[in-house]
Nanobody
Framework: QVQLVESGGGLVQAGGSLRLSCAASGRTFSNYAMGWFRQAPGKEREFVAAITCSGGSTFYADSVKGRFTISRDNAKNTVYLQMNNLKPEDTAVYYC?????????????????WGQGTRVTVSS
C-alpha cells in the first residue's frame, strides 16, 4: 500500500518561508514523478509543482515560479517544497502526489496516490 505523508505546514507571515516534506512508502520512489498541489478555501485544487523521477527536471505553476522550489531525495523517499516570499494567496491545504510514471504531469488524473494534505496559512 502506497502512503504519502506530508509535514511542515503552519502559520507564517507574508514574506516568510516554509519547507514542506512528503515521505513516501510502499513502492519504488525513484521510479515515479512527484507533484505538489494545493486547494485554497472555496477553490478547486490546483497544480503547484512537479519533479521527474530522477529529479533532473522540474515544472512550476506561474503563480509560484521564482518563489517555490521542488526537490527530492530518492535515498530518503522524500519530496520537498521550499516556499519563499509567501503571500496570503498561498494559503491552502498542500497535497503531495505520486505520478503514474517518471515524467512530471500537471493534470491530477496523472497522479494515482495522494497524501492527506498539510495546511499552510499566510497572514498579511
Amino acid at each position: 500500500q502506497v502512503q504519502l505523508v506530508e509535514s511542515g505546514g503552519g502559520l507564517v507571515q507574508a514574506g516568510g518561508s516554509l519547507r514542506l516534506s512528503c515521505a513516501a512508502s510502499g513502492r519504488t520512489f525513484s521510479n515515479y514523478a512527484m507533484g505538489w498541489f494545493r486547494q485554497a478555501p472555496g477553490k478547486e485544487r490546483e497544480f503547484v509543482a512537479a519533479i521527474t523521477c530522477s529529479g533532473g527536471s522540474t515544472f512550476y505553476a506561474d503563480s509560484v515560479k521564482g518563489r517555490f522550489t521542488i526537490s527530492r531525495d530518492n535515498a530518503k523517499n522524500t519530496v520537498y517544497l521550499q516556499m519563499n516570499n509567501l503571500k496570503p494567496e498561498d494559503t491552502a491545504v498542500y497535497y503531495c502526489a505520486s505520478a503514474r510514471g517518471c515524467y512530471y504531469f500537471q493534470k491530477e488524473y496523472n497522479y494515482n496516490y495522494w497524501g492527506q494534505g498539510t495546511r499552510v496559512t499566510v497572514s498579511s
